[in-house]
C-alpha cells in the first residue's frame, strides 16, 4: 500500500493546500496530511485547531487523514511506514528552501523521496500568511479558504 505524506503547517490551509492534498491523493493509496512544527514560525491556530480545520476541509475525500507531530518529519515517515514527502511548489521563490529541505530529509534518511506539485496557477499568490492578513484586517476570504472553515478564521480574529 502506498501512503504518501504531505507535511506542512496550515496555519491556516487554504484552497492551495486543497489542490495539493486533491491532486496527491490521486496519486497513492493513502494520503496523510501532517500538521507539523515549523520551529521558525509562531502559528495563530492551535495545533488541534488547524487539525480541525482541515479536518473540515477534507471531508468527502476517502483516502485523506489528517494527523499532528511534533519532532522531525524523518521520524514521522518512519512512524507511518511512509517514503514519499509531498510538497508544494508556488514560485521559484520557495524553490531553495524546499532544495534545502528535501536534501536535508534524504540526507537523514535516502530511502525517503521529495515529490514536488506544480501548484494551480490560481492560487500561486496564495499564502496561509495573505489569509489571516486579510482575516485580521477584515478582507474577504471568500475563494481562498474552504468555505466549511471560512467563518471559524473569521471569528478567530473578532468579528
Ligand atoms: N498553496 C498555498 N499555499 C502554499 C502552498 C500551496 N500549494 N504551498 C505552500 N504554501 C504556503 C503555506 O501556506 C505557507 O505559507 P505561510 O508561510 O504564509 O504560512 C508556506 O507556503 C509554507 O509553510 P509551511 O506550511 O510551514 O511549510 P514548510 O515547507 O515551511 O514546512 C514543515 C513546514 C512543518 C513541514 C517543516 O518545518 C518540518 O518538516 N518540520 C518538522 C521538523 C523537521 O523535520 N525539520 C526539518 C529538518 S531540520
Redesign the pocket.
Known sequence: MSIYVY?????PV????M??IQRAAKLCDKLVV????????NPIFTLDERVDLLKCAVKGIDNVEIES?S??????MKKKNSKVII????AVS?FE??LQ?AL??KN?DSDIETLF?M??IH??F???????ELARNKGKIDGLVPDCIKDRIIDKFGK
Open positions: 507535511p506542512g503547517s496550515f496555519d487554504t484552497n492551495g493546500h489542490d495539493i501532517a500538521v507539523l512544527v515549523n520551529s521558525s514560525k507531530f519532532g522531525l518529519l524523518i521520524d514521522y510538497k508544494g511548489l508556488r520557495d528552501y524546499e529541505m536535508l530529509n537523514l506539485m501548484t494551480n492560487y500561486s496564495l499564502s496561509s500568511s495573505s489569509v489571516r
